[in-house]
């Protein structure tokens, strides 16, 4: 094997389909797998819908072995990220291929090929060519059915990376939380007490359907403050903030987005959305009309997802430490938990840069339930290598 191997551009929607199916071949056998939905990832790729191309650029390839797919990857910049890097960094994702080091190697090769030709020094991977929340990292640990829209892959995945020369820039820590109301933790109970009495002007509060863009405009304020200091995390604008909420109000139920106020201002938001891979696992990645009606009507009327996902939490600085997180957790216990369906809570993407969120959560008789990778590789292998920097 390797001797036929032909390297071929996505470029139309022959060679696109062929990208997009390939997966359902190499997981056939693994019942935890979930085939991405077709939608999902042609908005990545669309010059219109994903606005990381107006300031970058990305190409697409897939492996054939006698005329069969053998793997495929992303190879992607967008040049403003890439300046928040030591060096200027691309990246490279949608990563699927046999177990075949001569197959991945020809990947990795041409990503990066393409990547200096573009004035990069390195690539990370796999990445989205977008925000973080979705599309992001090798799967290392914890080999459970994913939730929608992060990575699950094969364990030799990562020997794949290595052996070409990535190296381990931050984990990135999933956990697990059952959701039983009446089992909340005294201590958090007595903050919020505390909290009450001494902050008497902080206040909690819900998604409101009938004003969402009361939502659209606290959560960019609070992700803006609270997580645009990070490494490769550009601050959003009105357009992402509200482009974000659009994509979700199919889905979104308004007791699993949650935030604080001081007086009027927000300061701190969690926020949580169903997780529909239960439901979608069955469609093979074709979210057409007769899908999209079974889905809500699955997801709102059977209630068949018991499993909520945890998208993002932020806490503006100068609010940190003072046990807001325990004021919602209080608030959720009594004013919006009583007769929720979902009894999980899966906490995703915790970077091991951020070891208060990681303490944070570990709080909550958490349990560590996923490992995924993100990975870097230098073009210059004699330069030192450093991982992302603890905040």
Request: glycine share 6%; with cysteine.
């Amino acid at each position: 094997m390797g001797n036929n191997y032909n390297l071929l551009e996505v470029t139309d929607n022959k060679t696109n389909k062929l990208f997009l199916n390939f997966p359902s071949t190499l997981y056939k056998n693994d019942e935890n797998w979930v085939r991405y939905l077709d939608q999902d990832l042609d908005k990545v790729f669309n010059l219109k819908k994903n606005k990381s191309f107006r300031s970058g650029e990305a190409i697409r390839w897939i492996l054939l072995d006698n005329q069969k797919v053998v793997g495929r990857i992303a190879a992607f910049y967008d040049q403003k990220t890439s300046e928040k890097n030591d060096q200027p960094t691309g990246g490279v994702g949608f990563f699927e291929c046999i177990n075949d080091q001569l197959a991945s190697n020809l990947l990795f090769k041409a990503s990066m090929s393409w990547l200096k030709e573009k004035g990069m020094e390195a690539m990370d991977g796999p990445i989205n060519f977008g925000s973080r929340e979705t599309f992001w990292g090798c799967l290392k640990e914890g080999f459970h059915e994913p939730v929608y829209n992060m990575p699950y892959n094969h364990a030799y995945y990562n020997n794949l990376f290595e052996n070409y020369g990535f190296q381990n820039f931050f984990n990135q820590l999933t956990y697990h939380i059952k959701l039983e109301v009446g089992l909340i933790d005294p201590k958090f109970r007595k903050n919020a007490e505390e909290l009450k009495r001494n902050e008497p002007d902080i206040s909690f509060g819900i998604h409101d359907r009938k004003n969402p863009k009361k939502s659209e405009i606290n959560f960019l304020e609070v992700f803006n403050a609270s997580w645009a200091k990070f490494p490769g995390v550009r601050p959003l604008t009105e357009k992402h903030s509200s482009a974000l909420f659009k994509s979700l109000k199919q889905i979104l139920d308004p007791r699993l987005l949650i935030f604080a106020y001081k007086g009027q201002e927000p300061i701190a938001f969690f926020l949580m959305i169903p997780d529909i891979n239960p439901i979608i696992k069955k469609f093979n990645g074709n979210l057409n009309l007769i899908n999209k009606l079974r889905l809500l009507f699955d997801l709102k009327l059977r209630k068949q997802s018991n499993r909520a996902l945890g998208l993002l939490f932020g806490v503006k600085p100068e609010f940190q430490g003072k046990s807001i997180t325990d004021g919602m957790i209080n608030f959720f216990e009594d004013e919006v938990g009583e007769g929720m369906h979902y009894t999980d809570l899966e906490m995703n993407w915790i970077g091991d840069f951020n070891p208060k969120m990681i303490n944070m959560v570990e709080t909550l008789n958490a349990d560590l339930r996923k490992v995924h990778v993100t990975y870097r590789y230098l073009f210059d292998r004699e330069k030192e290598f450093k991982r992302a920097k603890i905040v």
